[in-house]
């Protein structure tokens, strides 16, 4: 099992492009999720799934946009990037809720 | 919303030394209750989880302690070794069967 991968690693944006971030996962989880973790800092949910075709908001929704219409794929979207998205995108899967959350890499992404 | 607080955020322990990183919590119906390690760019990784109706769970060096009451519980480290060196974060979870982490806490093995 590959867990879950993350594309791309990292990328540089300009102010006001658009981008897509991919997330997959091999495990058959119906829970995923997407954080950003700023320097320093502790992880905030931008969004979160519980299976295809449902999610939900978390702490920091603005200024991106989910999808879910397969178990394994959870792509965030941003559109109109800013200075303040620049953050460590991490993706994550679990079983359910309250269980063991399996993160992947991370995608680094400086906005300029 | 559930307010997660980490307590101390930098701690430096000699190499073999026990630490203890608190985490205290606001929702009463949080129930499970998980620490993640994070190295230096690395992703976070669960290292030891507890639910409500267990006080104490330990694996190895690594044990976890719960005090529902006063809404927090620790993460206790013994025999300290270098590697043990990372951000460790609390992630309580209540009733919106989400995790809320905490700000972490930076650990340091000085050998």
């Known amino acids: 099992n590959a867990g879950v991968t993350q594309t791309p690693k990292f990328r540089i944006l300009k102010i006001g492009q658009s981008m897509t971030l991919q997330c997959t996962q091999d495990?058959?989880?119906?829970?995923m999720y997407w954080y950003r973790q700023d320097p320093g800092m502790g992880l905030k949910l931008i969004y979160y799934?519980?299976?295809?075709?449902?999610?939900d908001k978390g702490e920091v929704p603005n200024g991106y946009n989910v999808s879910r219409s397969t178990t394994e794929d959870f792509p965030l979207r941003l559109e109109l990037a800013a200075p303040s998205q620049t953050s460590v995108y991490f993706c994550?899967?679990?079983?359910?809720?309250?269980?063991?959350?399996?993160f992947g890499p991370g995608t680094r992404l400086l906005v300029l | 919303g559930e307010n997660v607080e980490q307590h101390p955020s930098t701690l430096s322990v000699q190499e073999g030394d026990s630490a203890v990183i608190k985490c205290t919590y606001s929702?009463?119906?949080?129930?499970?209750f998980p620490w993640y390690k994070q190295e230096l760019g690395k992703r976070p990784q669960l290292i030891i989880d507890?639910?409500?109706?267990?006080g104490e769970k330990k694996d190895q060096r690594i044990a976890v302690t719960l005090n529902k009451t006063a809404k927090h519980f620790s993460l206790h480290i013994t025999e300290t070794q270098p590697e043990d060196s990372a951000v460790y974060f609390c992630?309580?979870?209540?009733?919106?069967?989400?995790?809320?982490f905490g700000q972490g806490t930076r650990l340091t093995i000085n050998p």
């Open positions: 507890i639910r409500s109706n267990v």
């Open positions: 929702d009463s119906a949080s129930n499970y």
């Open positions: 495990m058959n989880h119906n829970y």
């Open positions: 992630a309580p979870a209540g009733g919106a069967q989400k995790l809320v």
């Open positions: 994550a899967s679990s079983v359910q809720g309250k269980e063991t959350q399996y």
């Open positions: 799934s519980v299976g295809a075709g449902i999610t």
